[in-house]
């Protein structure tokens, strides 16, 4: 019993920052994404009666401890749903440069729930499979989809109806997703405990959500509308609320670093200058820039005059959920 799936990961347009439920990966908002097409996960999973146990191989190296746990535990919601007892060799292949501080949270978790509902012969709509792919990162509920998504945060104490929709496929609008690495050391806040710290104790935080509905309100319409000026500008506001947040956090903390405002910076001016680009910052000190495809070259230019731009990798709408045969 095997199958093969591959996931693309995504960036948050609209941020997901914060949850309701730590145990069942649930958002206190909704959230929007772009699927991208240069990063994926590729994985296959093989159950096997003889097994005495998982086994988790990534890019060629097996591991075991808190990695092989979680990979063994997200198998036990899949193994139960199919009341199947053996056990499973998951073998992944990362195209996601995770030194760089891009997460492969996503793509990993989208690709494992569907090679292995897969492998065990599950009927599982993509709903479902969002579901499924929750519970092991938020954001890969989102990575089920191509092009633009919208994970929904639900209301239910039992998660069954927080999971992602598509709002566009990736054939719809091409934008340009600039990744500017300007670190690839690891965080010193990791994103779980960031956003457990925000919401216990940022005063910031509920105008944080009572902004929510006006931002994927308005970044629904531009994307149906194709208006990237509406688009950038709430996109950008978004993300520097969210990073707002962590300021009033107990203690403080701040994801951004000198070189994450040069980028910033360097983005305000090309606007001034006529050149529309727009950035956006996860919980790390890397940037997303974003623009338009025939401004993309300009764009990369620019910013790679910047003496902290380490690397910049050029990405755009990509597929959802795709199963290979091997």
Request: glycine residues 8%.
């Amino acid at each position: 019993m095997k199958a093969t799936a591959r996931a693309h990961t995504n960036i948050a347009l609209i941020k997901y920052w914060g949850k309701r439920d730590e145990q069942l990966f649930l958002p206190m908002n909704n959230s929007i994404s772009i699927t991208l097409d240069r990063f994926y996960t590729t994985t296959s999973v093989t159950f096997r009666d003889d097994l005495q146990a998982d086994v988790f191989v990534l890019d060629g190296k097996e591991l075991g401890g808190d990695e092989l746990g979680k990979i063994s535990r997200f198998l036990d919601l899949v193994r139960r749903t199919a009341n199947y007892r053996g056990f499973a060799i998951v073998d992944s292949l990362n195209d996601v440069p995770t030194a760089a501080g891009f997460a492969s949270s996503a793509s990993g978790f989208a690709a494992l729930a569907a090679a292995s509902t897969k492998a065990l012969g599950f009927d599982i709509s993509n709903e479902g499979l969002s579901i499924l792919a929750r519970q092991g990162s938020g954001s890969a509920s989102r990575s089920i989809y191509g092009g633009y998504a919208e994970w929904h945060k639900g209301v239910r104490q039992d998660g069954t109806d927080s999971f992602a929709t598509q709002i566009m496929p990736e054939s719809f609008w091409d934008l340009s997703v600039l990744s500017v690495m300007v670190e690839a050391k690891q965080k010193k806040v990791l994103s779980r405990e960031g956003m457990r710290r925000t919401v216990e104790t940022s005063p910031f935080y509920t105008g944080w959500l009572d902004s929510l509905e006006s931002d994927l309100s308005s970044a629904r319409e531009a994307i149906h509308t194709q208006d990237f000026e509406r688009l950038g500008t709430v996109l950008e506001r978004n993300a520097m609320k969210m990073h707002a947040t962590t300021l009033g956090a107990q203690p403080p903390f701040l994801y951004w670093t000198g070189a994450t405002i040069d980028v910033m910076q360097a983005v305000q001016e090309m606007r001034e200058n006529g050149i529309l680009a727009y950035f956006t910052i996860d919980a790390g000190p890397n940037v997303k820039v974003i623009c338009q495809p025939a401004d993309e070259d300009v764009v990369k230019m620019r910013l790679l005059q910047l003496e902290c731009v380490r690397n910049i990798f050029p990405c755009h709408p990509g597929p959802g959920i795709q199963y290979l045969n091997t």
